[in-house]
């Protein structure tokens, strides 16, 4: 995120819903990356860029969403759970079964 901050600022809006400064993207890549706080969609799609992998998120409510390009690993696949236990939004990984 921080050094792509071109790509990735536009998607992570402040509580009031107008984009952050730099200084204040800045901030919030600090603490995503020293902190327990969770991460998004931006994560995820800097994540398919620094990993070189596919990532498909699966919902109960919702379509699956692929982010990035498909390559030829396969991709990596997480669910999202927008009440799960008192959390809140909470993403988990997913992994297939052998045999399945």
């Known amino acids: 995120l921080a050094k792509h901050f071109e790509d990735y600022m536009p998607y992570l809006l402040k509580d009031d819903g107008t984009l952050m400064s730099k200084e204040e ?15 998004g969609q931006a994560e995820i799609a800097a994540l398919t860029r620094l990993l070189g992998r596919q990532i498909i998120v699966h919902s109960a409510f919702a379509d699956d969403i692929k982010m990035g390009v498909p390559k030829d ?26 045999g399945t």
């Open 25 to 39: 993207y800045k901030k919030y890549c600090e603490k995503i990356g020293t902190t327990s706080a969770w991460g």
């Open 73 to 98: 690993l396969p991709p990596l696949r997480i669910s999202y759970h927008k009440h799960y236990y008192s959390l809140g939004a909470h993403y988990n990984s997913v992994v297939t079964q052998k």
